[in-house]
C-alpha cells in the first residue's frame, strides 16, 4: 500500500483531519510498520555493523517514537492496519 493510498483513507475516515495533519500520521504509520518489520525480520538485539558486538536494534527506537505518536492521536484508521500487514506478508 502506497503513502497517498493511507492519506486518502484517513482524510475519507476523518472528516475534520487536515492534508498536513493525514500525511503525518501516514508517515508514522509507514514508520512505524517499516520498524515493526526490520525487528521481527533481525529481532531487537543486533550485531554491530564494524564489531559484531551485541547491540539494540535501531528500529526499536524508531518504532517507539513512531508508537508513541500514534497512541497520542484519536484517529479513525479503518482497516489500514490489516492492509499494512497484508502488504507484508505478500514480500
Known sequence: MNRQTIIDELMR???SM???QSRVFADTMIAYTEA???I???GA???HPRTGA???NPYTKIMKIAGDGL???RILTGDLWDRLDEDEQEE
Do not use: F, G
Request: glycine share 0%; aromatic share 0%.
Open 13 to 15: 475516515l476523518n472528516k
Open 18 to 20: 487536515t492534508p498536513t
Open 36 to 38: 515493526s518489520r526490520d
Open 40 to 42: 521481527a525480520k533481525n
Open 45 to 47: 538485539i543486533v550485531a
Open 54 to 56: 551485541p547491540m539494540e
Open 71 to 73: 497512541s497520542k492521536r
